[in-house]
C-alpha cells in the first residue's frame, strides 16, 4: 500500500480557509449546507494537527484519549503505512 500526501501548501491553504469559515458565520452559512456545518471545526482541529499548529491540541487530545479506550478494550489498531501487498500483519 502506497500512502501518498498533499502538498503542505495545500494542507495549509485547507486549514486557512477553514478558518475563514470559524471566524464570519455569514460566509459560513453562506458556503456549507447546515447539515455539515457542524463538520467544518473538527475538520480544522485535524488540520492543525497535521500542521503542527501549538495553538490547537484538541484533535491530538482526543485521539490520546480514543487510543487508550481501544487499548483499554483490547483493540489492536494496526499501523497500514507499514503494511504491504501480499504481507499479513503479525
Not at 495549509?12 to 471545526?41: F, G, I, N, P
Not at 503542527?52 to 485521539?63: E, Y
Request: aromatic share 2%; hydrophobic share 45%.
Amino acid at each position: 500500500m502506497t500512502i501518498t500526501l498533499r502538498d503542505v501548501n495545500e494542507i495549509q491553504r485547507a486549514h486557512d480557509v477553514l478558518v475563514s469559515l470559524v471566524l464570519d458565520e455569514k460566509l459560513l452559512k453562506a458556503t456549507v449546507a447546515e447539515d455539515s456545518r457542524h463538520l467544518v471545526v473538527p475538520t480544522l482541529n485535524v488540520l492543525c494537527w497535521v500542521l503542527g499548529h501549538a495553538h490547537n491540541n484538541r484533535f491530538a487530545d482526543d485521539l490520546a484519549i480514543l487510543e487508550r479506550q481501544l487499548d483499554a478494550l483490547g483493540v489492536v489498531v494496526l499501523d497500514l503505512g507499514s503494511l504491504h501487498e501480499g504481507e499479513r500483519p503479525q
